[in-house]
């Protein structure tokens, strides 16, 4: 008899795992979702073990204390904090990621997710509609591991039989969390600036153009990927994944159209260099052949939600703020 699905997100406080935790709560529910990382997040609702990716007896321990049939491996050092630190970031990047291939293997695992990046791209692929099959040379310490980890997800597929699944995500904008030390995060501090009225510095230069998507669109995928069948999945390595491209500038003006008066400068730092060797646009027409993939927000639609959910929660905080003063 097949066992009933029971997930392991290890990363789940990040800002992708703290979304798909909540969604994967609602798919199989929230005794079947075990959320983990370095530590508890405070008002966290549901199943949590504390996990330090580095260390795969814990992993072993949690898999057997709840019979775990997947996992999603979601811890990493990102790239612009990567780039501080490198011989670190690679030893952590990998290390985890070889721990989860490992007992998934010898656990028998039913399927691992594994998010890759548009960070594998380098000088050697083309800007625009860059092809899921484009040469990979990475400039960053993040992206090679990201690019390794693609190669080890497909070997244990190929070598095992492992079902690894992957998407090379461009950069991620949601409300729910703060920035984590990515180089498109000024894609989403811009927003949380313009709501509060503070004038914002962007670190990249005005026509920097990034494939970037928006939460709601990147946890869809992701779980879309892992209920497609096994036969539909011809892309071993990871699959490219768009939302939309834009710049900053152009991200700007769709701002200004709700907030007329926002102040912008910029201010280019090391990211810029980083931005500068990424694709301009990603073709994802491998997955939209796969798997059905289809972006629904474009750069309208994104701000406006953007705005619209973040206007709510500083309404939240400011309320919860006064009630602790009274």
Same mark, same amino acid.
């Given at each position: 008899?097949?066992?009933?699905?029971?997930?392991?997100?290890?990363?789940?406080?990040?800002?992708?795992?703290?979304?798909?935790?909540?969604?994967?709560?609602?798919?199989?529910?929230?005794?079947?979702?075990?959320?983990?990382?370095?530590?508890?997040?405070?008002?966290?609702?549901?199943?949590?073990?504390?996990?330090?990716?580095?260390?795969?007896?814990?992993?072993?321990?949690?898999?057997?204390?709840?019979?775990?049939?997947?996992?999603?491996?979601?811890?990493?050092?990102?790239? =612009?904090?990567? /780039?501080? #630190?490198?011989?670190?970031?690679? +030893? &952590?990047?990998?290390? !985890?990621?070889? @721990?989860?291939?490992?007992?998934?293997?010898?656990?028998?695992?039913?399927?691992?997710?594994?998010?890759?990046?548009?960070?594998?791209?380098?000088?050697?692929?083309?800007?625009?509609?860059?092809?899921?099959?484009?040469?990979?040379?990475?400039?960053?310490?993040?992206?090679?591991?990201?690019?390794?980890?693609?190669?080890?997800?497909?070997?244990?597929?190929?070598?095992?039989?492992?079902?690894?699944?992957?998407?090379?995500?461009?950069?991620?904008?949601?409300?729910?969390?703060?920035?984590?030390?990515?180089?498109?995060?000024?894609?989403?501090?811009?927003?949380?600036?313009?709501?509060?009225?503070?004038?914002?510095?962007?670190?990249?230069?005005?026509?920097?153009?990034?494939?970037?998507?928006?939460?709601?669109?990147?946890?869809? =995928?992701?779980? /879309?990927? #892992?209920?497609?069948?096994?036969? +539909? &999945?011809?892309?071993? !390595?990871?699959? @490219?994944?768009?939302?939309?491209?834009?710049?900053?500038?152009?991200?700007?003006?769709?701002?200004?159209?709700?907030?007329?008066?926002?102040?912008?400068?910029?201010?280019?730092?090391?990211?810029?260099?980083?931005?500068?060797?990424?694709?301009?646009?990603?073709?994802?027409?491998?997955?939209?052949?796969?798997?059905?993939?289809?972006?629904?927000?474009?750069?309208?639609?994104?701000?406006?939600?953007?705005?619209?959910?973040?206007?709510?929660?500083?309404?939240?905080?400011?309320?919860?703020?006064?009630?602790?003063?009274?």
């Amino acid at each position: 008899m097949r066992k009933k699905t029971t997930v392991l997100v290890i990363g789940a406080n990040g800002q992708l795992g703290s979304v798909l935790t909540k969604s994967l709560q609602e798919k199989y529910g929230c005794d079947r979702v075990i959320a983990s990382d370095l530590q508890p997040k405070e008002g966290f609702e549901g199943v949590f073990e504390v996990i330090d990716a580095t260390d795969m007896d814990r992993i072993q321990e949690v898999i057997n204390k709840y019979d775990i049939t997947q996992i999603y491996h979601l811890a990493a050092i990102l790239s =612009a904090k990567g /780039e501080t #630190m490198p011989l670190i970031t690679w +030893d &952590i990047n990998m290390k !985890t990621l070889f @721990n989860v291939l490992e007992v998934s293997r010898t656990n028998n695992i039913e399927k691992v997710f594994f998010p890759s990046s548009i960070a594998v791209f380098g000088e050697g692929a083309p800007l625009e509609h860059t092809p899921n099959n484009a040469y990979l040379d990475p400039a960053t310490v993040y992206g090679i591991s990201k690019a390794a980890g693609e190669n080890w997800a497909q070997y244990y597929f190929l070598k095992y039989g492992l079902d690894v699944r992957s998407i090379r995500y461009p950069g991620v904008i949601g409300y729910q969390s703060i920035p984590s030390g990515g180089t498109t995060d000024y894609a989403v501090d811009i927003f949380h600036k313009a709501v509060l009225n503070e004038e914002f510095e962007c670190f990249l230069e005005k026509e920097t153009t990034l494939p970037m998507i928006f939460i709601d669109d990147v946890i869809r =995928a992701t779980i /879309e990927i #892992m209920e497609a069948p096994l036969e +539909d &999945i011809s892309v071993r !390595t990871s699959y @490219n994944l768009a939302g939309t491209s834009f710049s900053p500038l152009e991200l700007v003006q769709e701002i200004r159209k709700l907030y007329p008066d926002f102040k912008v400068k910029y201010n280019p730092d090391y990211r810029q260099d980083i931005a500068s060797k990424w694709p301009d646009s990603i073709d994802d027409s491998v997955a939209l052949k796969d798997w059905g993939w289809k972006p629904k927000f474009d750069i309208e639609l994104m701000t406006t939600t953007m705005i619209q959910k973040l206007k709510e929660k500083y309404k939240i905080d400011i309320k919860n703020s006064k009630a602790l003063m009274l």
